[in-house]
Structures are given as structure tokens and as C-alpha cells.
């Protein structure tokens, strides 16, 4: 989905990096979330937010930290990578009104050595 | 938010109608259902959501019993781009704090 865009697209680090992976979008949503996909998993919630001022914890957010610098940008920190954050990060956005669907960005493939 | 069941895999022929189950009999009265689909490593793409009434776009429709215990996503014509896993997921509207729950999903494999 073009309207959400996110960098970098591939990532390979070492053990012990701070990483930093960018969402924007311009679907002037409210709302923005972070998951991440393993092999053979479903997607699973990071953290999630429903305007600038309110960042909430998912279900697996431990190694991770968030920041909401405006309505249209959610960044997703590792302060130290470990081998197992590996994965595939899709970030989304959503209208806040109703049922609104979630649109998710292409993703980011990040190896950590 | 309700669980669904979806079978694991399906085939279908190009040009021809795929229908894709899924079953959700604990859904309760503010859940919807959804249906997104995600193509190899691709960010997971939504394709329609209902409530109670049948709904179409130009992706699909999508065919929800009156019991609203199961419901049927119709790609009217497949393609061989229209290969992918596709995942029904049940969630309330505006009191949901919005966690999507994917499943396994259909693996739909098109064939020329």
C-alpha cells in the first residue's frame, strides 16, 4: 500500500545495534501500529497508537520502544538487537471511526547478526 | 475477539470463482469480520469487512450467513496475482483497541 511507506526495506546489523525503522503515511490516519512476522507465524502487535499523545504496549513489546512524532510518522527503536527480533516489521495505520480497516506498509526484512 | 477456522489450503483454476470458508460460530453482536490476504512476504492487504449484510467491492464479496456463525469470501474470477494466504479475522468496531488476530490463514494457490 503506497499510502504507507516504510524504511528502510532490508536491514542487516550486528548483535548489540541500536535500529531505528520508519513509518510514514498519507492517509492522515489517527491511528498507527507496529507488528512483526516470523516464518510460518501470524503477525503479532508490538506496540500501537491512537493519536501523537497515546503509545500503547502490545503484546509482545519488551526490546522494543516506540515514538509518534506527528500523525503521520510512528518509528520502531531496537535500543539492542538481539539475533531473535529477526523478522518481518509491517507497520499499519487506521482511521479511528467505526470498523475502519488497517492498511499495512510493505515491511521491513531485519536480519540481526 | 472470536476465533476463526479456516481450511488450510485450496486450488482453484484460473478464470473460475474461488470460494474461501471460514467459520467463526462464537462471534458476538459488535464483531465484524474481515478479510485481509498477504502475498509472499508482502505487507498483508485488506480486501472486505462486514457485519451482518453480504458486501461487495471490486476485490471480492463477501457472503455472511444470517446466524453470522460462518461467512464465504468470493473472488469472482481468479487470477494467478490473486495467489496468496488469505485470513479471516473477527474483531469489534469502534470499542476494539484495534489488535488484529491472524490466524493460519487459506493458502489459495491459482492455477492457469
Not at chain 1, 490516519?29 to 497508537?49: T, V
Not at chain 2, 458476538?28 to 469480520?33: H, T
Request: a neutral charge; charged letters at 20%; aromatic letters at 8%.
Amino acid at each position: 500500500d503506497a499510502d504507507v511507506t516504510q524504511t528502510p526495506r532490508n536491514r542487516i546489523t550486528k548483535t548489540g545495534k541500536r535500529i531505528m525503522l520508519e513509518c510514514s503515511q498519507t492517509k492522515g490516519h489517527d491511528r498507527m501500529y507496529w507488528y512483526r512476522q516470523d516464518p510460518g507465524l501470524g503477525l503479532r502487535l508490538i506496540y500501537y497508537s491512537f493519536d501523537v499523545k497515546d503509545i500503547n504496549k502490545g503484546e509482545i513489546s519488551d526490546g522494543y520502544s516506540v515514538s509518534r512524532q506527528a500523525q503521520a510518522k510512528f518509528s520502531l527503536s531496537l535500543e539492542s538487537a538481539i539475533p531473535n527480533q529477526t523478522a518481518l516489521y509491517f507497520c499499519a495505520t487506521s482511521d479511528s471511526t467505526g470498523s475502519q480497516p488497517q492498511h499495512f506498509g510493505d515491511g521491513t526484512r531485519l536480519s540481526i547478526l | 475477539d472470536a476465533k476463526t477456522t479456516q481450511p488450510p489450503s485450496m486450488d482453484c483454476a484460473e478464470g473460475r470463482a474461488a470460494n474461501l470458508p471460514c467459520n467463526h460460530s462464537t462471534i458476538s453482536g459488535n464483531e465484524y469480520v474481515y478479510w485481509y490476504r498477504q502475498i509472499h512476504s508482502q505487507g498483508p492487504q485488506y480486501i472486505i469487512h462486514g457485519l451482518k449484510n453480504n458486501e461487495t467491492n471490486e476485490m471480492a464479496s463477501l457472503i455472511i450467513t444470517e446466524d453470522r456463525k460462518s461467512s464465504t469470501l468470493i473472488l469472482p474470477h481468479a487470477t494467478l496475482r490473486d495467489t496468496a494466504v488469505y485470513y479471516c479475522i473477527v474483531r469489534g468496531g469502534l470499542d476494539s483497541w484495534g489488535k488484529l488476530q491472524f490466524g493460519a490463514g487459506t493458502q489459495v494457490v491459482v492455477t492457469p
